[in-house]
């Protein structure tokens, strides 16, 4: 099941152009079988959520993009309550709920600030990222071999152009939000490039 695991829309993200329905329909027309919404700084809730994956033709998962001071962090099974600037905060209300952090685009800026303490804090990094360069992504994929958990990946789409670049295999079906964050506790799954 091929799952693109960062891609925002428009308004919940500023900076994209993606209406939430365009970017479902690209996503399926170009072979993805879901997406998960990771607007910066913010959570889609739940009831708009639900309804955007009844209209959709693939399935819809909710994680976000956090802005910390180790750069931009992926958050999966965090509640919105927990959201925090502060990474170290961040890893903390992680244990607490059971959510999983992974550095976005490691090699874009976050991880030269992470130390052998703070590394702790992700179980691992996005290893393909479909804004990326190719040397980027070579790097981050060449990182997610020291973590816990291999490296996601997802398109970190904007616009209709970007949908599509990069996302993550999972090797069973995903029906559930909790089906996600096991198979991503699991390990069962990998960081797959697209189109260059
Ligand atoms: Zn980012
Ligand atoms: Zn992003």
């Not at 695991?5 to 900076?15: E, K």
Request: proline share 4%.
């Amino acid at each position: 099941m091929l799952i693109d695991l960062h891609c925002h829309t428009f308004p919940f993200s500023a900076c994209s152009a993606l209406e939430p329905l365009e970017l479902v329909r690209l996503a399926a027309d170009r072979g993805l079988d879901g997406v998960c919404l990771t607007e910066h700084d913010r959570a889609w809730d739940a009831d708009a959520l639900d309804a955007l994956g009844r209209a959709a033709p693939i399935a819809v998962f909710g994680a976000a993009e956090l802005t910390t001071n180790f750069g931009h962090v992926l958050a999966f099974g965090l509640p919105a309550t927990a959201f925090s600037a502060d990474a170290g905060e961040l890893a903390a209300a992680a244990e607490r709920h059971g959510a999983l952090l992974y550095l976005a685009h490691p090699a874009r800026d976050g991880l030269l600030r992470v130390t052998r303490e703070t590394v702790e804090y992700f179980v691992s990094v996005e290893a393909a990222n479909g804004s990326d360069s190719r040397l980027q992504n070579i790097a981050a994929a060449g990182l997610a071999k020291g973590f816990r958990l291999p490296g996601i990946g997802g398109s970190d789409a904007h616009t209709a152009n970007e949908v599509g670049r990069a996302a993550t295999r999972f090797t069973a079906p995903l029906r559930s939000a909790r089906d996600l964050i096991d198979a991503l506790r699991a390990g069962a799954y990998e960081a797959v490039q697209l189109s260059p």
